[in-house]
Structure formats: C-alpha cells, structure tokens
C-alpha cells in the first residue's frame, strides 16, 4: 500500500533527476566544445602544457592549424586555434620549440579553416 502511494512521486523524481543529468551534460560537453582550441603563447617552455614545432610543409605535420579571428570561431579538437592574451583565458598553453625533436606536436599553419584537422590522431590527446 505504501509502495502504490509513492509511485506516481518516484516518476516525478526520477523524471527530474534524468532532466539534471541531461542538462548539466550538455553544459559541460558545449563548455568543452567551444573553449577546446583557446590558446596562449607562453614565453617558457616550462609553463607550457604542449611543445609545438612549426613545419615548412604540411604533410610533416600532426596537425594542421588555422588560426582564428574569433574565439566563438575555434571550437572543437580540428585545428582552429585562438590566440589569447592572457594564459588564464586559454584552455591551453603552447610553446613553439626550435627543433621537431623537442616537440610533443609537429603543426602546419593552413590559410583556410576547411583544410584544418589532424593528420596524426595519436596526437590528438594533446589538445583536449
């Protein structure tokens, strides 16, 4: 008797535990997509998450970028990178090695969005 009472209210709960769920995911995954490619130049290769090394070609690279005039524009882990100002507004920090030795990432800069993306997706750890 007392389950049969209850019921009707444990939908109600369930219901709106599911609808939580369902929004604080999407939150978090449109979070992930649109500040993923937000990037800072750091000036030491110590405080920076990723090495990166500059190709002359892009089929010697892991990774083709283009670099975007607006942030709302670099979403996603395909290569549209923002320049941030200020490392604590970037997702990542960067810093552009000498040697393709030295690097953890070998990149290629590209002048259309369209032909950004990655060429190596062992690397693609990297920038998430």
């Not at 993923?36 to 090394?53: E, M, N, P, R």
């Not at 190709?55 to 395909?78: F, I, M, Q």
Request: aromatic share 20%; charged share 30%; net charge neutral.
């Amino acid at each position: 008797m007392i389950f049969v009472i209850f019921e009707p209210l444990k939908k109600l709960i369930m219901k709106k535990l599911f609808a939580f769920f369902l929004v604080l995911t999407s939150v978090f995954y449109l979070d992930q997509k649109v500040s993923a490619q937000k990037v800072y130049s750091c000036d030491s290769k110590y405080d920076a998450d990723v090495k990166v090394y500059v190709a002359d070609s892009k089929y010697d690279a892991d990774l083709c970028v283009y670099k975007c005039t607006s942030k709302y524009d670099a979403e996603g882990n395909e290569g549209l990178w923002f320049f941030e100002d200020s490392k604590y507004d970037a997702k990542k920090k960067i810093y552009f090695v000498d040697s393709k030795y030295d690097a953890d990432l070998i990149i290629y800069f590209v002048d259309s969005k369209y032909d950004a993306g990655w060429r190596n997706n062992s690397k693609k750890q990297l920038m998430y």
